[in-house]
């Protein structure tokens, strides 16, 4: 006769009863089953870390290195390097390279030219030259028509915003006119002149980087600055200049000889950007603690809700169940029954 103490059904229920799988895992060590948990606290800080620092304006002067490696200009750009030339090689007053032979003929005096402006005095500058002597005469000239005429009758009388492939590609055109640049100015110093007949005893030359071209700077030469305008070589602010273009001046740049457009101005379009509050920067000492703590924090955490959920007892005894016992047990019930 089958009762429930029968050896098949022991079985069964003791198979029900069996967590020692269960048991194994709790045995392992603490950290290996949490080990994700770790791995999403070192990413969370590296996280906070990198970020931080992309704050920073020049943690990224890297990718531009990276794109200027190497000799092929990016696309979309203009090279406006010069042959390579030795410095010893020339002085302040000689030509880097040749004017070509231009088939480009001037306007007229009266057909394009400002109120002031003598063309003739034009003829002898040159493009992709340092500054020299031979440019002083003209340039003065065109710095006293701007010095004697309001800003607001300038920026009337220009020919409208010209980007900077125009003033490369066609300096000759644009010599002696009035055009419009804006874009991003870097770097402004002051100069001092050498006594002239026109009173003009001071200028500005400053580092215009053009929104059409922000890789190739134009060089201004401003007569005036704006009020509260900065001074130095790590400026950033955005600004339009109306003035007569002037020539394609060579310069020497941290790799080679480039050359770039020069405007003579009056003065630059800024307008002040209003006052940041800086909010106080926390250096990587301070971001490492913070992460250390939300670290250990976690852990306490975890080691709580771990002590707290698992079971006081073992689910099993020690010893597995006596088989042979429960038959003889059983035995004994049935030869009762049968009485």
Known sequence: MSTLFDVPNIRKFMAVLDFRSAAKRRKKPYFTGRRWLFWLILLMGATVIIADKAREPGAWRWLDWLVGCSDKP????????????????F?????????????EKRLAADNGYFTGVDPALLDSVRDDTFDSRDDRAP????LNVLNTTEEQELRASSTGRITYAQLFNQPAYYRGRLVTVAGVVRRVKPFELPKNKYGVHRYNRAWLFPIDNPRSPVIIYCLQLPDGFPVGTAISEQAEVVGFFFKKEAYMAQDTLRTAPMILAKTLQWEKRPAIVEEPRHDVRTIILIAAAAALLALMTAWFVHVRTRPSHPVLPDRPPDFELMKEMDRGNDTNHEK
């Open 139 to 142: 340039a003065l000239a065109l």
């Open 91 to 103: 002085s302040e007053d000689s030509f880097i390279i040749a004017k070509p032979e231009s088939s």
């Open 74 to 89: 990016p696309a979309g750009y203009i090279d406006n390097r010069l042959s390579a030339v030795s410095r010893g090689n």
